[in-house]
């Protein structure tokens, strides 16, 4: 059989795909396929190629009207085009644009009020805890500004990644205020305060931070621009350990 040389076009990043293929990624994501499968899966939908019949080793292949062979090497190079849909925790956080008519706020969260950047994250943090997944319908219809917003798996999915490549992203730009908590694995297994105490806490000390103890501040505190507020709570997290630093705890 004489070599043919077929050119693909493929998405080059997570950033490029349309929402149709994000609800396909996230779709296989949720049928807990292999990184290889789901890359295999996309390779030939996206690049509309179909499969004739097995041939030899290989795979008799159609492309609009042409058909040509390929081994199985030949496709496993060919699918780390894709690799970087293994890579969850992207550079920029990425979203379905719509679900149900209903619009997503800014990827980034540029824009988006402090008090429901709070409210989502705890959801998130409560469903790491319990696996509930109706906390997962909850956080979508603050992210997509809806009420009584049922996802399906895909959505779901696509509200579970976008918080988490959000939060890489701020813990990454705000590495002062987001400091991972050592030694205290326990807490979230019943063995100390309950999650949803936690949670509480944590939010009403991110608050009186940005305060500074008034509380008529707190409704101005709430409206703050995310990234305004995040930037805020980075400093004064900074300043607290520089402080710590120089004159210890005592």
């Not at 499968?37 to 492309?63: E, H, M, N, P, S």
């Not at 809806?146 to 999915?157: D, F, V, W």
């Not at 949803?196 to 501040?217: C, F, H, V, Y």
């Amino acid at each position: 059989m004489v070599p043919k040389i077929v050119n693909i076009d493929l998405p080059k990043s997570w950033a490029e795909l349309t929402d149709a293929q994000l609800y396909y990624v996230y779709n296989l994501l949720a049928e807990n396929l292999s990184g290889a499968q789901i890359k295999t899966y996309c390779l030939f939908l996206w690049a509309k190629i179909k499969i004739v019949c097995r041939y030899g080793d290989g795979y008799l292949l159609r492309k609009g009207k042409l058909e040509f062979y390929a081994s199985a090497p030949i496709i496993h190079d060919a699918i780390h085009a894709l690799d970087y849909i293994e890579d969850i925790a992207r550079p920029m956080p990425v979203r379905i644009s719509t679900i149900k008519k209903h619009k997503a706020l800014d990827a980034q969260f540029i824009g988006v009020p402090f008090e429901r950047f709070l409210y989502i994250d705890n959801l998130y943090q409560g469903y790491l805890h319990s696996q509930q997944h109706s906390l997962l319908d909850e956080m979508g219809n603050l992210l997509y500004d809806a009420e009584n917003l049922s996802l399906n798996r895909a959505e779901k999915m696509n509200v579970f990644y976008w918080w988490m490549a959000l939060k890489d992203m701020f813990n990454a730009r705000f590495p002062n205020f987001f400091v991972p908590v050592q030694g205290d694995d326990q807490n979230l297994m019943g063995n100390a305060k309950p999650i949803s105490r936690q949670l509480q806490e944590a939010m009403d000390a991110q608050i009186r931070a940005l305060t500074k103890g008034d509380i008529t501040k707190e409704r101005e505190v709430l409206a703050m621009d995310t990234w305004r507020a995040l930037t805020e709570l980075d400093a004064l997290a900074k300043e607290s350990e520089e402080i710590r630093r120089k004159y210890g705890t005592h």
